[in-house]
């Protein structure tokens, strides 16, 4: 099958999703209004409630749910054939994603702007924002972790990337200081910020000089460097102490001196990424040498296939995004269509193209199989394969392979560590807000809280190892940032379905998106936890059968608060709550 | 229109979205500058001594008209200055 095969049929789906599904949910279900006085008119500030274009909020907003975890998790779940990767992607963007980000986007419309878990703790109780705070810290960890790996590894592996990633700080403070601090554009800057970034890549392709390459300068792959590590230990270890040394200056200064610029210059990536593979695959056409199905002994796809791919089928991060800042921008209450269900499929497109790349990668399908030979080498390899992927596609726009390879994986790396610095960032806040609530004011101060949550994820990205030893064990914990992030989705689905219900709406279209992710969750998390990750299963992991377990925990509490809140509104009659939810 | 004019719109539209966020900010972080500058223009009615109220007087009249505004930003449903009924 061609590789533009399965990004029409997939794009096809994605446009009667959005002109039928979308449209019924927004006119049946939602009831959108074209006269309700959003909060960006109602409480207009100037700041951060405006009413914005609905092409631009709708653009904001896919740049900013966009990122690396819908590549890593698709070019991990082909591990089981292109086919169920493909169907939960399209499906599950189409029924579950858009539903999902879109509610949250009017729920948080309808309740002046408020936050997901704002809503939790109006809707529920202390006990469910407590509940949805400590998920959060879960998933904020996890990505923490996750993504520090992705960017040690691809530094290990990429080596040429490295001074592109690297240079792009200086020039993100500089367009700080220099054009964001005094309001003038940063368009022209950014490009010119860019423009250096790939000539540097393009430069320490060819040579090699250039090239920071850790491993070699411990005297290369195999060689004893200290402390019982060999040269590729000792170098996640050295980048995964820089970046983390990197995170917590980024995430306590100030965010226009850092943060925003480089934001700036990675919403460019976006572009030149997306623009890159989908030209690349209309001139080059690669066949999929990748099985359709495929079955394993090592690890089943049910219902595991479920949390590889969150981001890119449904994430729970969208919510936060949805309600956090898009709320306070809609012009109209009829926008949030566009910018909610689009934005989740925009999410969609960049996954299909992550699967195609892969699939499309090996010449024949023995070689696929060759390197997707079980989960573990699917989960560490998976990204390495995207990015020489990639780079294959990119021929078909005349860039010489090495080089494409190179620019892939800075736009990738670019990807990962705005993620990290956001989420470090976040993580603070979480600590602080969680320590405020058990009164632990010492917690709450910007280096402490900075201090623990830099020091957690540090010893969590280096605790698992695999037989590469210390610290290369990183992708162990993708499944976990997975379930994380779907419990995520699960309770804001249960907000929605609530809101639905106490309207007198048909819920179904949010509750049985809800039911599905919890009951995965649950199974994948029930059969990961005791049966291989528990001291007798065959895997055992401490570390992952204690936060799994966690996880667990977390998982069966949303179903009972489920539970009891359907219990009570059909015990107390549902217009009795009305008015403590809009 | 044009291709030039085409080319422009498309590149204030690109640019419109990238800097939504950073606008915020900036504005954002001016506003909490501005509040503070208010907390210290009516400190004396707050019960503060302030050792500049003569000259502050001066901009009440101009400062009274965002005064709503600004007690509602620091978390007060309500006027907190009896000689200030705004509300």
Known sequence: ?582 | MGLQEAISRALAFYDEVLSLPHRAEIKRELRDEDDIFYLLCFSEMLGLPNPVSYYTLELYPEMIEQFHDWHLRMGMEKSPLDGIRCC
């Open chain 1, 1 to 582: 099958m061609p590789g533009i095969g399965l990004a029409v049929i997939g794009i096809i789906i994605f446009a009667l999703g959005y002109l039928y599904y979308s449209k019924f949910i927004a006119e049946r279900i939602y009831r959108l209004d074209p006269n309700f006085r959003t909060p960006a008119h109602q409480f207009n500030d100037g700041v951060d409630f405006v009413p914005t274009k609905k092409s631009v909020v709708w653009a904001h907003h896919f740049t900013s749910i966009a990122g690396a975890a819908p590549i890593l998790g698709p070019a991990i779940a082909v591990y089981w054939g292109w086919l169920p990767a493909f169907l939960w992607v399209v499906l599950g963007t189409v029924f579950a994603a858009g539903v999902h980000d879109f509610g949250a986007l009017v729920l948080s419309v309808r309740n002046k702007g408020r936050s997901i878990g704002t809503l939790a703790d109006r809707l529920i109780g202390r006990r469910a924002k407590m509940l949805f705070l400590f998920i959060i810290l879960i998933l904020v960890l996890m990505v923490n972790a996750v993504f520090a790996w992705v960017i040690a590894n691809l530094f290990v592996t990429f080596p040429a990337s490295v001074l592109s990633i690297f240079i792009q700080i200086p020039l993100a403070v500089i367009i700080g200081i220099y054009f964001l601090r005094r309001g003038k554009g940063l368009l022209f800057p950014s490009i010119i910020a860019l423009v250096i970034m790939y000539g540097t890549a393009v430069l320490a392709n060819e040579i090699p000089a250039l090239q920071i390459d850790l491993v070699s300068y411990f005297g290369g792959e195999g060689a004893e460097v200290a402390f019982g590590l060999d040269a590729v230990s000792m170098a996640f270890f050295v980048w995964i102490v820089i970046l983390m040394a990197y995170v917590y200056i980024a995430s306590t200064l100030p965010v226009w001196k850092l943060l925003q610029p480089r934001d700036y210059i990675n919403a460019h990536q976006l572009v030149v990424g997306l623009g890159i593979l989908y030209l690349g695959l209309l001139f080059t056409n690669p066949e999929v040498t990748a099985p359709v199905t495929r079955s394993v002994d090592d690890v089943s796809w049910f219902p595991l296939l479920f949390i590889t791919i969150a981001c890119g089928a449904i994430s729970g991060f969208h919510s936060l995004v949805s309600s956090g800042t898009t709320s306070k921008q809609l012009n109209k209450e009829t926008d949030a269509r566009q910018v909610g269900y689009l934005g989740a499929i925009g999410e969609g497109t960049l996954a299909i193209i992550a699967i195609i790349a892969v699939v499309t990668l090996f010449s024949t399908q023995d070689e696929f199989l060759a390197n997707y030979s079980s989960f573990n080498a699917a989960n560490e390899m998976g990204l390495n394969n995207f990015i020489e992927g990639a780079a294959q596609l990119s021929t078909g726009l005349l860039i010489p392979e090495t080089i494409a390879q190179t620019i892939v994986a800075v736009i990738v790396v670019s990807f990962a560590a705005t993620t990290l610095d956001t989420a470090v960032r976040l993580m603070r806040y979480i600590i602080a807000e969680i320590a405020t609530e058990y009164k632990a004011y010492a917690i709450t101060k910007k280096h402490v809280a900075t201090s623990i949550a830099v020091g957690s994820s540090m010893a969590l990205v280096l605790m698992p190892g695999d037989d590469r030893g210390f610290g290369a064990g990183g992708y162990l914990l993708w499944p976990l940032f997975g379930t994380s992030n779907q419990l995520l989705a699960g309770i804001a689905l249960l907000l929605i379905t609530i809101w639905l219900r106490r309207q007198g709406r048909n819920f179904l279209v949010t509750f049985i998106p809800m039911i599905f992710l919890l009951f995965m969750t649950l199974w994948a998390m029930i059969s990961q936890v005791w049966l291989q990750w528990a001291w007798y299963g065959d895997q055992a992991n401490l570390l992952l059968f204690t936060l799994g377990a966690i996880i667990l925990v977390f998982a069966v509490w949303i179903c009972l608060e489920a539970y009891l809140l359907f219990k009570n509104d059909q015990n107390q009659g549902l217009e009795d709550d009305n008015d403590k939810i809009g």
